[in-house]
T-cell receptor
Framework: AQSVTQPDIHITVSEGASLELRCNYS??????LFWYVQSPGQGLQLLLK??????LVQGIKGFEAEFKRSQSSFNLRKPSVHWSDAAEYFC???????????FGAGTQVVVTP | EAQVTQNPRYLITVTGKKLTVTCSQN?????MSWYRQDPGLGLRQIYY???????DKGDVPEGYKVSRKEKRNFPLILESPSPNQTSLYFC????????????FGPGTRLTVL
């Protein structure tokens, strides 16, 4: 069955430390890949996306993600976390060119001083 | 400004009282969809529409109806709401995904007592 897995439900990181959020998918073909962020009480904001081409994708707010076909992964990274990065992060994939997104369960990121 | 709007943003209702959540986009997008967000489950697609008068079920359509009479509007209808429909609802729209990304509305928090 098709699925998107975010193995970490909750991550705590110190301000200034690096952050990596994991995302694995199970699909027959290479899907379109996305990372969204949801700040408390807010809607969803697109951080970055991968459709094709360079497997290292740069996004907003200093985030990047790397697509690894062999591992069916699309992990999100940030070299130095800021307190404002505390939020819930969702990985999403789509295998159709229209728009149905399959979301992971989300990873809650807490940033400590 | 390109945007997806939803109304109301917050709604508390009682079991069985019909309600409609409106969604409108100003980007002339063909594809529109509704998601619900529940803790630990991420976002799940309820219904989608590829164009006017073309709608289809997503992953969790039970208890919901939609219509697409105009390209810009895609209302979500709960004919007889039940407590298990208490959730955060997002409307989204996009052109064909390969050429664009999906834009999300601000969300509607629904509580059914």
């Amino acid at each position: 069955a098709q699925s998107v897995t975010q193995p970490d439900i909750h991550i705590t990181v110190s301000e200034g430390a690096s952050l990596e959020l994991r995302c694995n998918y199970s699909y027959g073909a290479t899907p379109y890949l996305f990372w969204y962020v949801q700040s408390p009480g807010q809607g969803l904001q697109l951080l970055l996306k991968y459709f094709s081409g360079d497997t290292l994708v740069q996004g907003i707010k200093g985030f990047e993600a790397e697509f690894k076909r062999s591992q069916s992964s699309f992990n999100l990274r940030k070299p130095s976390v800021h307190w404002s990065d505390a939020a819930e992060y969702f990985c999403a994939v789509s295998t159709d060119s229209w728009g149905k997104l399959q979301f992971g369960a989300g990873t809650q990121v807490v940033v400590t001083p | 400004e390109a945007q997806v709007t939803q109304n109301p943003r917050y709604l508390i209702t009682v079991t069985g009282k019909k309600l409609t959540v409106t969604c409108s986009q100003n980007m002339n997008h063909e594809y529109m969809s509704w998601y619900r967000q529940d803790p630990g489950l991420g976002l799940r697609q309820i219904y989608y529409s590829m164009n006017v008068e073309v709608t289809d079920k997503g992953d969790v359509p039970e208890g919901y109806k939609v219509s697409r009479k105009e390209k810009r509007n895609f209302p979500l209808i709960l004919e007889s709401p039940s407590p298990n429909q208490t959730s955060l609802y997002f409307c989204a729209s996009n052109f064909r995904l390969g050429a664009d990304t999906q834009y999300f509305g601000p969300g509607t928090r629904l509580t059914v007592l």
